[in-house]
């Protein structure tokens, strides 16, 4: 078995270990799971970590409403062919019952909502641990972040005063009502992610590949034409264009980019001479230099 | 293509993520949003040039601060390699998240101020790269620029750390000189015009040509197990497999092994990587062992070969390095993390306390306070399986955890 010898082998191999470890040292762990390519790639990373065993913990899908239809069926197929359990909770629920507050105007979003429902999910279901599918090349705010990521019982990270982590000792000794945020492909890339979506044939929601689409443009970015869920204005107009997302969250945050992969190998080609960050598509990062870090401190996962 | 992970160290303002920015602008690897985001905040706070370190300091306190208070994880490519760099903080306070970041480091480069010379944080930054036995050290002597780009204060810098590196105890380090200006980009990414007296590579050129120090490949098979594995399905009724991580060698299907503590023998029986079966499972690869006897193995035991056995004992004595406000003193309880074995310790008794800057230990020592260093005897309730951190990174390692805070509090390397 040569399987230590390639970057994105050893990457897998750390991310399984990780996941075992949660397995392991967790008595209510939970995947949250969002429908893109990184969560996927942590599904196929569980299912390899145990077999043939089954994954022994659910998925939980923290619902913004605005998500793309793609998505959703996507998300509903592969649960049911892999025989796991998903657990949903839907932000409108938390804007129903005045929990949150729902954004107006031009950069209305329910992305930043999706705290309060989560942090309720986890007190709900009591999860002591949430794995997700977070990279530290995505962000600053992220690049700081360890692999068994502390939060209190606020669901609040406290960015100076991390836990030490060293070697592979992770330690997820926590207090009750504490969780910890892990991320098992901390140490992935972007192209490392699509490198192995591509390497294990793994199948992604359509949304990824080039398709026409309607869109707007405001801010030099594309913005999907969904009058139902992203404002715009009257003079925005709507146009049709051949585009692909490269990071799939909440339709009102989730910018598209021209393109014409229709296929893996030449999304790959794409990401590979690629001179824009995948955040750069990200609408809400763009809202000031610190945005990310924000959320994170209130328990944005 | 081939990664390798390199941690910095340096002091505040010694320009390490100056640095780090340099690589990725003269590298290209900054994409164009990044690198507009940086131009429009430099400017917006008036400096006539560019504030790489922006690209690298995440938190709001670091910019707030221009210092670097936690790690931050780098990742870019050449055509030859990949890099993981782990930009780790100058500061002392800080320490215990340079050695979070020098861990799982193949190399490191140690940042000096040119114009201020090794001073007492070099030392520890040195010491501790001699801790964890960093085999390829770059020593970056930065800010050139500011020095005139004098060959003399190169060579006087180079001389004063040549003296602290007879007095390290890892002799097979390789240390490797560069006089650069992250600044302005001297010998960094390119051959700088400035400094003709300097002979060797520019800092990029020499990283491409490391070969990736494994630093793993010390020691002999070690198996601890993770995860036990039983689906108890129709089709994998009697199933029971180990999971876990290959530390030190290769395990090969047929190998006589001893499952620790119980010392039964079996032999493996087959090697599982998700559904398929490997005759060899390979350092590092996170695989799920069966073994031909049906005997009871838990989290935390630990399968190694017959002939070849770890120590076994209720007590050992190892360097710490101490990272918590509250201190350490005999008699209290720790958890001691091995690997993924949990047991409960007691300081038996400091013996010595080293400075890091190689001015020798000090006896009768009755505390140890943040980021110090010292050799500290255990006692535990029950045995581990432990090799010397010498001849064994993963299985000569631990971690302490505080049993109220549940905080990380320390790092062990066992002599």
Redesign the interface.
């Known amino acids: 078995?040569?399987?230590?010898t390639?970057?994105i082998n050893?990457l897998?191999?750390?991310a399984?270990?990780i996941i075992?470890?949660v397995?392991?040292q967790f008595e209510r762990p939970v995947l949250l799971f969002s429908g893109g390519k990184d969560s996927i790639t942590l599904v196929r990373l569980a299912?390899?970590?145990?077999?043939?065993?089954?994954v022994p913990f659910p998925l939980m899908h923290i619902d913004t409403g605005h998500n793309f239809p793609e998505t959703i069926e996507f998300r509903d197929r592969l649960v049911e062919e892999l025989g796991l359990e998903l657990i949903v909770r839907n932000v409108q629920d938390s804007i129903d019952e005045g929990k949150v507050k729902e954004e107006t105007g031009r950069y209305a979003s329910r992305n930043q909502l999706q705290t309060t429902t989560l942090l309720d999910a986890i007190e709900e279901f009591k999860f002591d641990a949430c794995i997700g599918g977070a990279r530290?090349?995505e962000?600053?705010?992220?690049?700081?972040e360890r692999i068994f990521s502390v939060r209190d019982d606020f669901g609040q990270w406290d960015?100076?005063n991390?836990?030490?982590?060293?070697?592979?000792?992770l330690?997820g000794?926590?207090?009750l009502g504490q969780n910890v945020r892990v991320f098992p492909i901390?140490?992935w890339?972007e192209l490392d992610v699509w490198s192995y979506i591509e390497e294990e044939n793994i199948e992604i929601p359509s949304i990824y590949f080039a398709h026409k689409r309607k869109v707007f443009l405001r801010d030099g970015m594309i913005w999907s034409a969904d009058d139902e869920v992203v404002y715009r204005d009257d003079h925005e107009e709507v146009i049709e264009e051949l585009v692909r997302f490269r990071t799939v969250g909440d339709m009102s945050c989730t910018a598209a980019v021209l393109s014409d992969a229709t296929t893996i190998t030449k999304v790959v080609e794409e990401i590979r001479e690629?001179?824009?960050?995948e955040?750069?598509a990200r609408i809400d990062d763009k809202r000031s230099?610190?945005a990310m870090?924000k959320r994170k401190q209130q328990g944005y996962f | 293509m081939e990664v390798l992970k390199i941690a910095t160290a340096g002091s505040v303002d010694d320009g390490k993520s100056t640095l780090i920015g340099r690589i990725l602008y003269d590298t290209k690897s900054l994409t164009t949003d990044k690198l507009e985001a940086i131009k429009k905040t430099s400017k917006q706070r008036g400096y006539d040039y560019l504030d790489f370190s922006l690209a690298t300091d995440g938190l709001v306190a670091e910019r707030e601060q221009g210092i670097t208070i936690d790690v931050a994880h780098i990742y870019f490519s050449t055509k030859k390699k990949s890099y993981i760099i782990a930009d780790t903080p100058g500061h002392v306070e800080y320490t215990r998240n340079m050695v979070t970041g020098a861990s799982t480091s193949q190399a490191s480069i140690i940042l000096i101020d040119a114009r201020k010379g090794v001073i007492e944080q070099t030392n520890r930054h040195f010491f501790i790269n001699n801790l964890l036995r960093i085999k390829d050290i770059v020593v970056a002597i930065n800010k050139m620029d500011l020095v005139d780009y004098s060959e003399e204060v190169y060579n006087k810098i180079k001389a004063d750390f040549e003296e602290l590196m007879s007095k390290r105890d890892y002799q097979d380090q390789k240390i490797t000189f560069i006089p650069v200006s992250a600044l302005k980009g001297d010998n960094v990414v390119h051959k700088s015009d400035k400094m003709s007296w300097y002979k060797g590579q520019a800092l990029l050129e020499h990283l491409e040509q490391l070969n990736k120090a494994d630093i793993y490949n010390v020691g002999t098979p070690r198996f601890p197990v993770q995860y036990v594995i039983r689906p108890k399905t129709e089709e994998f009724h009697d199933f029971r497999g180990y999971a876990g991580k290959v530390y030190g060698g290769n395990l090969s299907v047929g190998d006589e092994v001893i499952v620790l503590p119980s010392k039964t023998r079996s032999k493996i029986k087959d090697i599982y990587f998700y559904n398929e079966k490997y005759e060899t499972a390979s350092r590092r690869s996170s695989v799920t062992i069966t073994l031909e006897d049906d005997i009871n193995v838990s989290r935390g035991d630990m399968i190694v070969k017959e002939n070849d056995i770890p120590t076994i004992d209720k007590q050992f004595t190892a360097n710490v390095c101490w990272m918590d406000a509250e201190h350490l003193t005999p008699g209290t309880k720790y958890v001691v993390q091995h690997g993924v074995n949990k047991v409960l310790a007691k300081v038996d008794r400091i013996n010595h306390k080293i400075h890091p800057d190689y001015s020798g230990i000090e006896k009768d020592v009755t505390e140890l306070k943040v980021n110090d260093i010292a050799s500290v005897t255990f006692k535990l309730n029950k045995p581990i399986f432990y090799d010397q951190f010498k001849n064994h990174r993963t299985n000569g390692s631990f971690i302490l955890i505080d049993t109220q805070s549940n905080n990380t509090v320390g790092a062990g390397f066992i002599q």
């Open positions: 078995m040569n399987k230590d390639s970057h050893s897998e191999n750390e399984i270990y075992r470890e397995a392991a299912v390899k970590a145990f077999y043939p065993a089954k530290r090349d962000e600053k705010a992220r690049a700081k960015e100076k991390q836990r030490p982590e060293l070697f592979d000792m330690n000794q926590i207090d901390s140490n890339t690629s001179t824009i960050s955040r750069g230099e610190a870090e």
